[in-house]
């Protein structure tokens, strides 16, 4: 079945240390999309990427990198620098050619202490 | 109905009867709709989208309703049952392709 595989689904880090999440797709899909979700609001966008080696700032990237050097693969390094970085990740895709659903992975839950 | 805020909406419903979902969308020039159900630690998972072309658009046991003059989405779900108790929220697509998210409701079916 095609899908999109987060992992890990739990991670635990210290303050000040960085941390990368994985994602990976097997729809085919061109464009992946990383969001954090928070209690009581709506999804926000951190990055986005339509093409392989390209990659957009959304609207919260402050603190955050990505990198797609496989179309398959998106991965999302939470850096010191985030101020609040204990979230839900959810990391998703569609054709990227608009008007269409996003596809979402099951999400990575960090906890920063 | 979606609302800004630490506390998500709640609805409550039977096993067996009809439940009705509601979402204000911010952007008179959003033209494309989703709704997507998510359970606890999941991820969102697509139920149905919509057109702005369209005022309705029907899928099995569920209806969205669009209302582009008073900006309202609604997503009716028939016979509700307790598989259906998630949160539910709605999305909108704007002319620059990027998405906007509601902040959900969460639905409870009383068996």
């Known amino acids: 079945d095609g899908g999109i595989t987060q992992s890990p689904k739990y991670l635990f880090r210290k303050e000040g240390q960085n941390v990368t999440l994985s994602c990976e797709q097997n729809l085919n899909h061109d464009a992946m999309y990383w969001y954090r979700q928070d209690p009581g609001q709506g999804l926000r966008l951190i990055y986005y990427?339509?093409?392989?080696?390209?990659?957009q700032k959304g609207d919260i990237a402050e603190g955050y990198s990505v990198s797609r050097e496989k179309k398959e693969s998106f991965p999302l390094t939470v850096t010191s620098a985030q101020k609040n970085p204990t979230a839900f990740y959810l990391c998703?895709?569609?054709?990227?050619?608009?008007?269409?659903?996003?596809?979402f992975g099951n999400g990575t839950r960090l906890t920063v202490t | 109905g979606e609302s800004v805020g630490l506390h998500l909406p709640t609805l409550s419903v039977q096993e067996g009867d009809n439940s009705i979902i509601n979402c204000a969308y911010s952007n008179s020039a959003s033209d494309y709709f989703i709704w997507y159900k998510q359970e606890s630690g999941k991820g969102p998972q697509f139920i149905i989208d919509i057109r702005s072309n369209m005022d309705k658009r029907q899928g099995q046991r569920v209806t969205v309703l669009l209302n582009k003059t008073v900006k309202h989405l609604s997503l009716q779900i028939a016979a509700t049952q307790p598989g259906d108790s998630a949160v539910y929220f709605c999305?909108?697509?704007?002319?620059?392709?990027?998405?906007?998210f509601g902040t959900g409701t969460s639905l409870t079916v009383i068996p």
């Open positions: 998703a895709s569609d054709r990227g050619q608009g008007r269409s659903p996003l596809h």
């Open positions: 990427s339509q093409i392989v080696n390209d990659f």
């Open positions: 999305a909108e697509n704007n002319p620059g392709n990027q998405f906007y």
